[in-house]
DNA sequence: CACTTGACCTGTCCGC
DNA sequence: TGCGGACAGGTCAAGT
């Protein structure tokens, strides 16, 4: 899915796109993805407004006027695609391929807009969801309540960083990266990145991390996920913005989907293995386990 | 508790 | 071209 970086792209872009709106419709394909029952949507959904987009880790949280929000995460292969009136009817717009395509068959919820404009909720694979609950409630979900820390906020320190690592000593650390509760918002792709910059081997225990690499990780995990959002995100597969358009950020990768090219420190061949059930993605050289 | 693995889904790619 | 298996940006429920 979408990490960190994208999350946060789609959340500006739907900023510029939303707020202040009206919703005037909502449908979706099953109850798996949009929970909600009618009766709820009918009260809280239909005819609010978009008051507020924000985000917690991968969680998208779009709030409305009732004081209810709509609380979205994308998973794997989750998109949010606004298409607006002009570019629906218009002719000429430069995604008009993409957006006269939605709906599509990865369509799961349809948000309309009181000007015609809508909101698309597509998943190929079924694992994102959107909920509608009470905009209080939400830091009462359990994924709220264990998710660790902000890594891009300005009061986040290093010794912070190096301290929340302590309750996932005796694993791997890229397993360690991963843990949602350790540090909020990464992913497979960033854990990698930040991993090689850092130059540390994701098998390397946690415990046997030192305060220098601990330091590097954190620099370079911030950097790698600033540079991102600059960039748009990562486009691997799936991951598109608000308006349907991919990220640039995997052309600036290191090793994340390298494997056979150089390694662009030391030009050694990148390898490809599996830590923490996950693809993993290495310099043999500039990372020693 | 900390840690690992499998499950949730569909689509695509790769080797036979 | 067909088919089986592995794999894909995430998290959770089980298991040890």
Known sequence: MPELPE???????????????AIASAT?????????????????MIGAKVTAIRRRAKVLMIDLSTEYSLVIHLKMTGQLVYVGTKDRFGAGHPNDSLVNALPDKSTRVTIGFDDDSQLFFNDQRKFGWVKLMPTLEIPNLP????????PLEAEFTPQQFRDRFRRRARTNIKAALLDQSVVAGVGNIYADEALWGAKIHPTRLTGSITDDEFEALYTELREVMNLSIEKGGSSNRNYVNAEGKRGSYMDFARVFRREG???????????????AGRGTHICPFCQVA
Not at 30 to 41: G, H, I, M, R, Y
Not at 143 to 150: I, L, Q, R, S, W
């Open 7 to 21: 999350v946060e792209t789609v959340r500006r872009g739907l900023s510029e796109l939303i707020i202040g709106k």
């Open 28 to 44: 979706n394909d099953t109850p798996k993805s949009f929970p909600n029952t009618q009766t709820d949507v009918k009260q809280f």
């Open 143 to 150: 994924f709220m309540k264990k998710v660790g820390p902000e």
């Open 261 to 275: 090219l150089p390694c662009p420190r030391c030009g050694t061949t990148i390898e490809k293995s599996r830590v």
